[in-house]
């Protein structure tokens, strides 16, 4: 055991136990949050109407991004395991109770609207506690081959989600697919518990009754001051800028501009999964990633020049290969971005930080959504993806020109960190 409560070097990241739990019981649980956003924009669409599907998706999605710093502070005071096992079962029930409103009474917006939002608020808790986990339970040097695979659990969750919620909206309607996605939670529940979590040394604490506002400060204070996790959050938040969820926008309406239909942007989309599958595949495999720093600042330059490639295509197949190099490098950028975070982050601040990258990955998709429809309209596709390639390369520049970010290597010696002033239980 080190000095900051991680375990010592053991077995690759893929023949931990503790690891494969954790990435079993996260695959269960994205797989369950797919089935819930299509059941849920399933049963707004049948019962109000497609214009009132995106008042029921935002109703989740505001209280998720506004609540997810907090969400944070609540994984540092309580344990990461401890929120993540509490917050996991909490949507269990949730949903498996809508699901049993929807079966049993007519369901309304009355009925969705807070099932959203009372999700979203325990999404909120759950994602920066689950995210926090990895560092407690493998050791610094395979966080690269954790943040692979979870890559990869995301691609096939996001492959196996909207098939299964396809097939019990078919069979069973939306009660059913609710069923299903509340399963789902507790099957990642049940494999949370069996997780083990070494505890965190105890240090001297300053303030025992510290207010969560103040701890939150303390927590953005901490990214601020900390040379590494400053500049490296600046990046992520650029890197995640445009493909957190605009360029999906930008895909369909590329494919329309250029008449390529349902099924080219299909193919490209594809494509980018593909590419960022095998980023996650190479990276789980791998023994070690050299250079960190500079192979994120290199992957972002890539991006950008594929980005806007990709924007400027004029047939289907080069589109295509773009697509598939634009995955594979964006790839690349947030599987190391995300265990640079990890391993630079002190233990008592997992929680804090992991959800300030985690508003960077979500929270900033809403906003640039309506930008995307608006630059597309009024300058065309091509104009879309220069802009967005230009804010990767704006990223890039920006890594290179941090030092500290520059330099940057996956150590196995854990964080450069400032001691927390109050110590965090498991």
Known sequence: ??????????????RDADVLRWLAAYTASVTGDVV????????????????????????????????MLGGGVVADRFGPR????????????VILAAAAAVLLISPGLWLLVPVAVVFGVVDAVFMPAVG?????IAAPEQLARVQGMRGLSIRLSNAAGPLLAGVVLAVGGAAGAFAAAGALFALSLALLLTVRVPPLPSLPSTDDRASAVSELRDGLRYVRRHRMLAPLVTVIGLSE????????????LLADERG???????????????GAAAAALLLTVGSRVPRAGM????????????TVALGHARSLPLAVAFGALVGLTSGVTATVTGALVQTETDPRYLGRVTSVTTLCALGLAPVLFPVAGVTVDVWGAAMFFTVCGGICLLAAVFGVAAPALRRAELRGDGAEST??????PA
């Open 132 to 136: 926090a986990l990895p560092p407690r």
């Open 241 to 252: 800028m445009c493909f957190s969820g605009p360029v999906a926008a930008g895909l369909v």
């Open 36 to 67: 819930y956003f299509l059941a849920l924009s399933w049963s707004a669409a049948r019962v109000a109407g497609p214009s009132q599907v995106g008042l029921v998706i935002a109703a989740g999605a505001l209280p998720r991004a506004v609540l």
């Open 1 to 14: 055991m080190t000095p900051q409560g991680v375990p010592v070097p053991g077995p690759p990241a893929y």
């Open 260 to 274: 390529w239909g349902a099924a080219g942007m299909g193919w490209i989309a594809s494509a980018f999964s593909v």
């Open 295 to 306: 192979t994120v600042s290199g992957a972002l330059f890539v991006t950008a020049a594929g």
């Open 82 to 93: 401890r929120v993540a096992v509490a917050s996991d079962a909490t949507r269990s029930v």
């Open 419 to 424: 001691p927390a002033p109050s110590s965090s």
